[in-house]
């Protein structure tokens, strides 16, 4: 990208404020008490905030440090990575669902340096508890079950139903954990996954995901093309097929790569004036959102440095660069993130969703940042 000293400059200062406030991020929000009457309306999840949780945003939180430590070649945060492996699993981990499942993307990595025989075991019945005992829907997809609000062992079945989040919270952990064991079954069970998910939730006429599908309905509820829920798509997909180290058939990687050039593509056209995206991806009236832009740069910017985008994409994430280092704050807060973000029937749903700082903010900036900082 070409990225002139003082901007570097800028981008190394910011992404260690970004990462210092991660490892310190606390539970509680300013209005802790009124959010939490309106609830899940507003994406109001008590278990979301901070880092110390086990669930999807500590976990997508904990990649970011495991990445940033392979960017810059150190052990700076491995050690904080291990006592929180160790603390959670001392203190009892919560139900097993899709979307606790993405700490253990970070622990698979992570036990390769401690060689930990509890972490082993843990990540090893984990993934024969997702090809045996999570519930499928129809044609045997990853059912989206996700963790009860405010019941840490109780689950929320979402029957029939298929999100995007599903591709980056739990497939990418059992292709690691395949390619790790040579276990093929495990590895063929997640293209499958990665599959049925474009089949049922990619748009062929605009390019984008929609958030989810039902098999009930037979719908994509609302037909909302939700940022964050593409994103996952854009950053994800390409860790997946780099997961096969040129192993992956070559007819399934094209038709992947085909479909993420295509939301790419998309995408590139409905990037706002200020560089972000905004919340719902075709209305321009929603609110521009920082943690999904972070993770559409970091795929885009993945996507040029391994030559499968063109250099006309260049623009594009040397703008959204810009536009998320001004919405990082002086000691390190990641600003206008939205919380989690349950299925909508309407535009409405994702526009009233909460803004606050999140785990998963700070993390797909690191990782924006940190793409950045390898285009020379």
Not at 123 to 143: H, I, V, Y
Not at 347 to 352: F, G, M, P, T, V
Request: charged share 25%.
């Amino acid at each position: 990208m070409g990225i002139k000293n003082n901007d570097r400059k800028e981008i190394e200062e910011k992404l260690e404020l970004v990462i210092n406030k991660l490892m310190n991020l606390g539970s509680e929000t300013k209005d802790d008490a009124e959010l939490a009457k309106k609830g899940e309306a507003v994406g109001f999840f008590k278990r979301d905030f901070g880092i110390k949780e086990w669930d999807w945003p500590q976990g997508v939180g904990l990649l970011g440090l495991l990445k940033i430590m392979k960017y810059q070649n150190n052990d700076n945060y491995k050690e904080f990575l291990y006592n929180w492996f160790k603390e959670n699993i001392k203190n009892g981990l919560p139900s097993r669902n899709i979307n606790t499942t993405t700490p253990l993307l970070t622990l698979v990595e992570l036990n390769e340096c401690y060689k930990d025989p509890e972490f082993e075991e843990l990540c090893l019945s984990w993934a024969d508890w997702l090809m045996n005992c999570l519930p499928r829907t129809k044609e045997r997809g990853f059912q989206h079950v996700t963790s009860a609000n405010g019941d840490r062992q109780g689950v929320r079945l979402n029957e029939n139903e298929m999100w995007i989040d599903t591709i980056f919270m739990t497939v990418l952990f059992l292709n690691k954990m395949g390619q790790k064991y040579n276990r093929q079954d495990w590895i063929d069970e997640s293209i499958h996954q990665v599959l049925m998910h474009i089949k049922y939730l990619y748009d062929k006429k605009s390019g984008l995901f929609y958030h989810g599908w039902t098999f009930n309905e037979m719908n994509n509820f609302g037909g909302i093309f939700w940022c964050r829920g593409n994103s996952w798509f854009t950053l994800g997909i390409l860790d997946y097929i780099e997961c096969f180290k040129g192993t992956m058939n070559a007819g399934v990687k094209e038709f992947i790569l085909d479909t993420y050039k295509a939301q790419a593509n998309a995408l590139k056209k409905l990037q706002a004036k200020s560089g972000l995206w905004h919340t719902v991806l075709d209305d321009k009236s929603s609110y521009e959102e920082v943690s999904g832009s972070a993770a559409i740069t970091a795929g885009i910017l993945k996507g040029i440095r391994l030559g499968i985008l063109d250099d006309s994409y260049l623009c594009v994430a040397d703008k959204a660069i810009k536009a998320i280092l001004k919405n990082i704050d002086e000691d390190g807060t990641v600003l206008n993130v939205s919380g989690g973000t349950g299925m909508g029937y309407d535009a409405n749903h994702y526009k009233n969703i909460l803004i606050a700082p999140m785990a998963y903010g700070q993390s797909l900036t690191i990782l924006a940042l940190a793409e950045a900082l390898l285009h020379d």
